[in-house]
């Protein structure tokens, strides 16, 4: 059975209109979830590729609104799960209870958000998701102390996101011998929700070493840079069929 396969792409990037055509390609191609980024002017986890994609999009005109409006459109052919992922401060500015309801209109199936505490989300945040049907999904990074993660895991109810380095997003390096040891920790413990490896997955090599420790893998940077210049439905096929190893593509 094929791992899980989520991919990250920011909203209103390389072209303001392009989401909608973005995610149904994405989805054509294969692709298991879809991660899409809501560009943000102080993006404290993103590497400079995802900080330069939100920018752009900034620049583009693109705003929460009008995502709300793009996926709006193409509701009724989405039919794998969807997550925003942003920053809280997005979320209070629009509206905490209007932006969840505008999400359940749509069609998102859940939200992550890296700054949004957890004992924060469970005093006051959790029931309002849950009245729209939202899922949750909060990281684990290397430096998360052991006492917190399984909490973080039964707290997570779309998936545990696996964060594969201190770092920020973005790095194309090998898998470390500290970061297999830490995943082979991780591996080690049973979650409802599927855990997913993200941060520094860029192609077959690391997508196949993430999902023998997981239940599938996270690519963001790579993607966003891959499609910068051509977002095609061609060019997406072949680097979805690159990353899960298909031959000839």
């Not at 992922?85 to 939200?111: P, R, S, T």
Request: charged share 20%; proline share 3%.
């Amino acid at each position: 059975m094929n791992k899980l396969l989520n991919i990250y792409f920011t909203a209103g990037y390389p072209e303001i209109n392009a989401t909608a055509q973005i995610l149904l390609d994405l989805q054509k191609s294969g692709v298991d979830m879809i991660e899409i980024g809501l560009p943000y002017s102080d993006p404290l986890a993103d590497g400079p590729t995802i900080q330069a994609s939100g920018q752009k999009a900034l620049d583009n005109g693109m705003n929460t609104n009008l995502l709300f409006e793009q996926l709006s459109s193409i509701k009724d052919q989405i039919k794998i799960p969807v997550y925003l992922m942003g920053y809280y401060n997005q979320w209070y500015q629009y509206g905490l209870e209007i932006f969840c309801q505008k999400c359940k209109e749509v069609g998102v199936a859940g939200l992550i958000m890296p700054d949004l505490p957890l004992n924060y989300f469970d005093d006051k945040h959790k029931t309002i998701l849950a009245e729209n049907g939202l899922k949750i999904c909060f990281l684990i990074t290397p430096d998360t102390a052991e006492n917190r993660i399984d909490t973080i895991g039964a707290s997570s109810t779309g998936f545990v996101y696996i964060v594969s380095n201190s770092s920020t997003t973005g790095k194309k390096e090998d898998i470390s011998k500290a970061q297999l040891a830490y995943f082979e920790r991780i591996k080690s413990y049973k979650f409802q929700s599927k855990k997913l490896i993200g941060f520094g997955i860029h192609d077959n090599q690391t997508f196949t070493t993430a999902c023998e420790y997981a239940d599938g893998a996270i690519i963001g940077s790579a993607f966003v840079n891959h499609i910068k210049e051509d977002y095609s439905f061609e060019s997406i096929e072949k680097f979805v069929g690159l990353v899960r190893g298909k031959v000839g593509v």
